[in-house]
């Protein structure tokens, strides 16, 4: 039920704190020389968000979304940079361009593919709820925007919005678990000591 003005205010603190997440991620690389706890804790913070989502309701009120928002923007802002960091580090400095953009191509390709999915999920579990009400029509009626659901009388409307609230639920609770995946792998993570020099490890002294 919101304008467009109002959904595009949502991603402010999104935006806001995912930039807030990736600089903060940035500096503490920077000073310590490790890449792997942010990650770690970026991939369980995306989790919390995604669970979080799967609890709000036609009723959710701004603020505490924008709160969600807030948690899902710092996490996804901690995983960025050290995940790039972490492959280039890792290549042949002959092979950083490759790897570079390799990454980027698989990034998009991942966030394509993940968006096909979790929109399946959310029109096949929503096609199943609106089945046990018999309305006579399916999810179909999400091709319309929010101005289709406005249109619906009602008593409809009435009906079929907590329906669509599940649906949504099951959706993120999905995410919420690849997610979880992602955490699991990054603990199998080698990590690396960070180059200072191009195409040089550094060299770690006996004993230390």
């Not at 603190?13 to 942010?38: D, E, N, V």
């Not at 042949?92 to 929109?119: E, H």
């Amino acid at each position: 039920g919101y304008t467009a003005s109002q959904s595009g205010g949502f991603m402010i603190p999104l935006i806001g704190t995912q930039m807030a997440g990736s600089i903060t991620t940035g500096h503490r690389m920077r000073a310590t020389g490790r890449y792997k706890r942010s990650p770690q804790v970026g991939f369980l913070g995306i989790m919390l968000s995604f669970i979080l989502y799967a609890t709000m309701t036609a009723s959710t009120p701004f603020w505490l979304i924008a709160l969600y928002f807030m948690i899902n923007g710092m996490s996804v802002g901690l995983c960025m940079s050290p995940m790039t960091v972490a492959g280039q580090n890792a290549a042949d400095f002959r092979d950083l361009g490759a790897f570079t953009g390799t990454s980027g191509f698989f990034r998009s390709l991942g966030g394509s593919f993940g968006t096909a999915l979790l929109w399946t999920a959310l029109v096949l579990a929503f096609g199943y709820f609106l089945g046990g009400n018999q309305l006579g029509f399916g999810p179909e009626v999400l091709r319309g925007g929010p101005e289709a659901l406005a249109d619906l009388p009602a008593n409809v409307r009435a009906t079929i919005i907590p329906d669509l609230t599940h649906a949504f639920a099951i959706t993120f609770g999905i995410a919420a678990v690849i997610s979880f995946i992602g955490f699991v792998s990054i603990c199998f993570l080698e990590e690396v000591p960070l180059k200072t020099t191009a195409g040089k490890a550094p060299v770690e002294r006996a004993g230390g």
